[in-house]
């Protein structure tokens, strides 16, 4: 199996996996629980470099998530997310966040570790600010499938309402 090289690339393949098993089971797979998905799916594609833990630790105001090599285990990756962030909707963005982190970077990070605070998202003409911009575009593409996006807005004017909807339906926040 060829594997995606884009942001894009990859949360498209992703969903249309997800969709398959939503086809096959009718159960709504929506809004994606990132927690799963990243873990079976680096299982079953990078047995040698899994992604084995996903949880949250208070970081404070330093990072708002982060990608790393659990330090008991050499090939193995985790996913931290900042547990002072308390909206459900960023919490989700920035493990998908990561997740994309994993499939698009895991490989260019030579300490082994990949920490995200707003400070570096602002970054945008640096490698850094590169790789974070590819992470966001990873997570919206594969949290927000414009698939099924595009239906759920049709010709209906944009409003506060009609975005609380979509961030609730996707388990997003406002601003993603």
């Known amino acids: ?21 939503e086809k096959a089971t009718g159960q709504c797979l929506y809004p994606v629980r990132i927690q799963d998905i990243a873990t079976d799916l680096s299982r079953n594609l990078f047995p040698n470099a ?40 960023r919490i989700n963005f920035t493990l998908a966040h990561e997740f994309g982190h994993y499939l698009l970077h895991r490989a260019e990070l030579g300490n082994g570790q990949m920490n995200c605070s707003r400070q570096n998202m602002l970054d945008w003409d640096s490698e850094y600010g590169r790789r974070e911009a ?17 239906p759920m807005i ?16 996707f388990n997003v926040s406002l601003t993603a």
């Open 50 to 89: 899994p992604l084995t833990r996903i949880s949250g630790e208070d970081l404070g105001d330093r990072f708002e998530g982060m990608l790393l090599r659990v330090p008991s285990a050499a090939n193995e990756w985790g996913i931290i997310y900042n547990t002072a962030i308390k909206s459900p909707g």
């Open 134 to 150: 590819e992470a966001n575009e990873f997570a919206s593409y594969l949290l927000m499938p414009r698939n099924t996006f595009e």
């Open 1 to 21: 199996m060829n594997l995606p090289k884009s942001p894009a690339g990859w949360a498209i393949r992703i969903t249309e996996i997800l969709q398959a098993v």
């Open 154 to 169: 049709g010709k209906q004017k944009i409003s506060l309402h009609l975005m609380q909807h979509v961030a609730d339906h």
